[in-house]
């Protein structure tokens, strides 16, 4: 708006020239470029990568004064029309003055919605980009906070510049908090069923992500639940299985997905668990949900609720408090795009379930809705998401500053990954996995750990679906390499993913998964597993090279990475909890079947052993070392070695 009148469709930038430079002169000389960054940018599709919205700035000049110049990379949330309408916001930090805005636009006529105010009120403008492949003008002219842009279809926007004047201080985030490195013991884990043996999961694991669908659990139509035994697998005993691994010291985190079509009018597995004609972002519509973990949690944790609380099915052993789990984890891949505008939550979306199921939306749905009405202490993980895209974090972040004041409704961020050359679960045919380190996977997974130190400082985070499919028919596959076999690449590679992941201040990293679903297939997670398929739980090297992993570890931090003095020699430090024993992971972070023999290492202490990762072997294979004149001699491959001082 201008002068409390309509703005005019945008034109290009010389055909307004004129009409600007006859506004007021005060204003005109106020006026100066507002630097946009990708901290910035909340995109509240969670589609495409919104920073390219403003990742130019410096590059392409001064489109105000006729000096633009073409962008290179486009925000382009993709062709799929159930996408749109797309909305990123701008936070300036603090209120401005705005006067006007400049987009590149490169495909004609196309409308926009430029919005200035707030969630609690936007102001939308309709704008028409003209023009092809230039700067286009829209005047603001407002003191505002926010700006958001709407793409109604699907469109690219390259670029875009703000002028105004800062009038306001943005308030400065506090100093990040420092993260504390997890204990080896809880930080390894894997992907597992109830029907999988626990000493196969115990072995090479300390955690377990279990995968559990909402509907094993219900009795229809009377909607009541059933856990000792459950409605699924013949009478799974779940109160038994939470027990066992704990007894094995094990931490289990059920993930609790999917939905149960007969309560939401038809709905599919995957769908939303929001009836037809609620909105799926209000927390209110999750409430069904937030019910079932209320209950899941009641039992499972460690508080005592009321028995006239229970919603139990008959002859179910009614007890709350049993005290054996710490986590609950709402939803899996929350962000699937592959399954419709039904199954795929937008950020604001999954916050508002997340919000019933974390406390019943501040106790907003009553008692007995929600984990913490149950058990206080009960940790909420999100869903784990199919990426690791952070523009979901941080929407979802801005919708609980908004609903929440501030307050984040999960105490654990949960993202997916693999190491592939499409990037997160874009396989194509022919394709084949790649190492952690050339897909600077530790690199990748920083990024979102300093957000979460800087911006939900407490938080943990977790990485819970990573890992190679054995079948070189596979897009995911590990490839044989020199003397390794894709066994044996596949134990080397997962092996060098955890270690990447913990020094990249991950708390908790869970496999995919223990056991193949097809040993013999080709397709994609066929083969990915520790072990050949249910029946036969045949160990791969990669269950061999895990347990020797959490054995030699299990007490012990992370202390950080040791200078080799050559890039293709990495080392770890870890130290145990208590005392001054030490462990080195030492390894060549290439693929190619790389040996380094005779490698000097500069050694603190006057005797260490090495640890070989040996298929057959769950605790490797030990040789004492000789320590000569304060050095080792150790001969480092592609699969890590340990080096452990007494």
Same mark, same amino acid.
């Given at each position: 708006?201008?002068?409390?009148?309509k703005?005019?469709?945008?034109?290009?930038?010389?055909s307004?020239?004129?009409?600007w430079?006859?506004?007021?002169?005060?204003?005109?000389?106020?006026?100066?470029?507002?630097?946009?960054?990708p901290? @910035?940018?909340?995109?509240?599709?969670g589609?495409?990568?919104a920073?390219?919205?403003?990742?130019?700035?410096?590059?392409?000049?001064?489109?105000?004064?006729?000096?633009?110049?073409?962008?290179?990379?486009?925000?382009?949330?993709g062709?799929?029309?159930? /996408?749109?309408?797309?909305?990123?916001?701008?936070?300036?930090?603090?209120?401005d003055?705005?006067?006007?805005?400049?987009? !590149?636009?490169?495909?004609?006529?196309?409308?926009?919605?430029?919005?200035?105010?707030g969630?609690?009120?936007?102001?939308?403008?309709?704008?028409?980009?003209?023009? /092809?492949?230039?700067?286009?003008?829209?005047?603001?002219?407002?003191? #505002?906070r926010y700006?958001?842009?709407?793409?109604?279809?699907?469109?690219?926007?390259p670029? @875009?510049?703000?002028?105004?004047?800062?009038?306001?201080?943005?308030?400065?985030?506090?100093?990040p908090?420092?993260?504390?490195?997890?204990?080896?013991?809880?930080?390894?884990?894997?992907?597992a069923?109830?029907?999988d043996?626990i000493?196969?999961?115990a072995?090479?694991?300390?955690?377990?992500?279990? !995968?559990?669908?909402?509907?094993?659990?219900?009795?229809?139509?009377?909607?009541?639940? =059933?856990?000792?035994?459950?409605?699924?697998?013949?009478?799974?005993?779940?109160?038994d299985?939470? =027990?066992?691994?704990?007894e094995?010291g094990?931490?289990?985190?059920?993930?609790l997905?999917q %939905?149960?079509p007969d309560f939401?009018?038809?709905?599919d597995?995957?769908?939303k668990?929001?009836?037809?004609?609620?909105?799926?972002?209000?927390?209110?519509?999750?409430?069904?949900?937030?019910?079932?973990?209320?209950?899941?949690?009641?039992?499972?944790?460690?508080h005592?609720?009321?028995?006239?609380?229970? #919603? *139990?099915?008959?002859? &179910?052993?009614?007890?709350?408090? &049993?005290?054996?789990? $710490? /986590?609950?984890?709402?939803?899996?891949?929350?962000?699937?795009?592959?399954?419709?505008?039904?199954?795929? /939550? #937008?950020?604001?979306?999954?916050?508002a379930?997340?919000?019933?199921?974390y406390?019943?939306?501040q106790? =907003?749905l009553?008692?007995?809705?929600?984990?913490k009405?149950?058990?206080?202490?009960?940790?909420?993980?999100?869903?784990?998401l199919?990426? *690791?895209?952070?523009?979901?974090?941080?929407?979802?972040?801005?919708?609980?500053?908004?609903?929440?004041?501030?307050?984040?409704?999960?105490?654990?961020?949960?993202?997916?990954?693999?190491s592939?050359?499409?990037?997160?679960?874009?396989?194509?045919p022919?394709e084949?996995?790649?190492?952690?380190e050339?897909?600077? *996977?530790?690199?990748?997974?920083?990024?979102?750990?300093?957000?979460?130190?800087?911006?939900?400082?407490?938080?943990?985070?977790?990485?819970?679906e990573?890992g190679?499919? #054995?079948n070189?028919?596979?897009?995911l596959?590990?490839?044989?390499l020199?003397?390794?076999?894709?066994?044996?690449?596949?134990?080397?590679?997962?092996?060098?993913?955890?270690?990447?992941l913990?020094?990249?201040?991950?708390?908790?990293?869970?496999?995919?998964?223990l056991?193949?679903t097809?040993?013999?297939?080709?397709?994609?997670?066929? %083969?990915?597993?520790?072990? %050949?398929?249910?029946?036969?739980?045949e160990?791969?090297?990669?269950?061999?090279y @895990?347990?020797?992993?959490?054995h030699?570890?299990?007490?012990?931090?992370?202390?950080?990475?040791?200078?080799?003095?050559?890039?293709?020699?990495?080392?770890y430090?870890?130290?145990?909890? %208590?005392?001054?024993?030490?462990?080195?992971a030492?390894w060549?972070?290439?693929?190619?079947?790389?040996?380094?023999?005779?490698?000097? *290492?500069?050694?603190?202490?006057?005797?260490?052993?090495?640890?070989?990762?040996?298929?057959?072997? $769950?605790?490797?294979?030990?040789?004492?070392?000789l320590? &000569?004149?304060?050095?080792?001699?150790?001969?480092?491959?592609?699969?890590?070695?340990?080096? $452990?001082?007494?």
């Amino acid at each position: 708006m201008l002068n409390g009148k309509k703005s005019l469709p945008c034109a290009s930038l010389f055909s307004l020239c004129a009409l600007w430079l006859g506004l007021s002169g005060c204003a005109r000389a106020a006026e100066h470029q507002i630097p946009l960054t990708p901290a @910035m940018i909340i995109n509240e599709s969670g589609l495409g990568d919104a920073a390219l919205l403003v990742d130019e700035q410096s590059s392409v000049g001064d489109p105000a004064a006729g000096h633009g110049i073409a962008p290179k990379h486009p925000f382009f949330p993709g062709w799929t029309a159930w /996408y749109y309408p797309v909305s990123v916001v701008v936070d300036l930090g603090a209120a401005d003055h705005v006067s006007r805005a400049f987009f !590149y636009n490169t495909s004609g006529q196309n409308e926009i919605t430029v919005s200035t105010g707030g969630p609690a009120l936007w102001k939308p403008q309709s704008i028409t980009l003209g023009g /092809y492949q230039s700067w286009q003008e829209c005047r603001i002219d407002a003191d #505002t906070r926010y700006i958001r842009i709407t793409l109604p279809h699907p469109m690219s926007l390259p670029e @875009m510049v703000v002028y105004g004047d800062r009038r306001g201080t943005p308030i400065p985030l506090p100093p990040p908090q420092q993260h504390i490195f997890p204990l080896m013991q809880s930080f390894l884990g894997v992907n597992a069923f109830i029907d999988d043996p626990i000493d196969k999961i115990a072995a090479p694991a300390g955690f377990v992500r279990e !995968y559990h669908n909402w509907g094993w659990d219900v009795e229809n139509p009377d909607r009541q639940l =059933r856990f000792q035994p459950s409605t699924a697998g013949g009478g799974w005993l779940f109160d038994d299985y939470y =027990r066992q691994l704990k007894e094995n010291g094990v931490t289990v985190s059920p993930d609790l997905q999917q %939905t149960v079509p007969d309560f939401f009018s038809g709905g599919d597995y995957d769908g939303k668990p929001v009836v037809k004609g609620e909105d799926a972002e209000k927390p209110a519509s999750y409430a069904r949900r937030a019910a079932y973990l209320f209950q899941y949690a009641a039992r499972y944790g460690s508080h005592l609720v009321p028995d006239s609380a229970l #919603t *139990l099915a008959p002859g &179910q052993p009614r007890s709350s408090g &049993q005290g054996v789990l $710490r /986590y609950l984890e709402d939803w899996n891949e929350p962000d699937k795009t592959w399954r419709g505008r039904e199954g795929y /939550y #937008t950020p604001y979306e999954l916050a508002a379930q997340l919000s019933a199921d974390y406390d019943g939306d501040q106790g =907003r749905l009553g008692k007995t809705s929600g984990v913490k009405n149950a058990d206080p202490e009960m940790r909420l993980v999100m869903g784990g998401l199919a990426g *690791l895209n952070l523009d979901q974090l941080r929407a979802m972040k801005f919708w609980a500053d908004v609903h929440r004041r501030g307050s984040f409704p999960a105490d654990v961020l949960n993202l997916h990954h693999y190491s592939s050359p499409s990037g997160d679960q874009g396989f194509q045919p022919g394709e084949q996995g790649i190492s952690p380190e050339a897909d600077q *996977l530790k690199e990748k997974v920083m990024a979102i750990a300093a957000w979460r130190d800087q911006n939900l400082p407490g938080k943990e985070l977790w990485i819970t679906e990573f890992g190679y499919d #054995t079948n070189s028919h596979s897009p995911l596959h590990a490839p044989a390499l020199g003397r390794l076999s894709a066994e044996q690449v596949q134990g080397a590679w997962l092996v060098r993913s955890y270690l990447a992941l913990v020094a990249a201040g991950v708390d908790r990293a869970a496999m995919f998964m223990l056991r193949d679903t097809k040993s013999e297939g080709g397709g994609v997670f066929e %083969t990915c597993g520790l072990v %050949t398929e249910k029946g036969r739980w045949e160990p791969k090297p990669s269950w061999f090279y @895990m347990a020797t992993l959490k054995h030699h570890l299990s007490n012990m931090r992370y202390a950080g990475e040791v200078a080799s003095g050559r890039a293709d020699v990495r080392i770890y430090r870890f130290d145990a909890l %208590t005392g001054k024993s030490r462990v080195y992971a030492v390894w060549c972070p290439t693929s190619e079947d790389k040996h380094i023999a005779a490698y000097p *290492l500069p050694f603190p202490v006057h005797s260490a052993s090495t640890v070989t990762l040996l298929a057959g072997k $769950r605790e490797g294979v030990s040789t004492s070392l000789l320590v &000569q004149r304060g050095k080792v001699t150790l001969d480092v491959s592609e699969v890590p070695l340990l080096l $452990r001082t007494p």
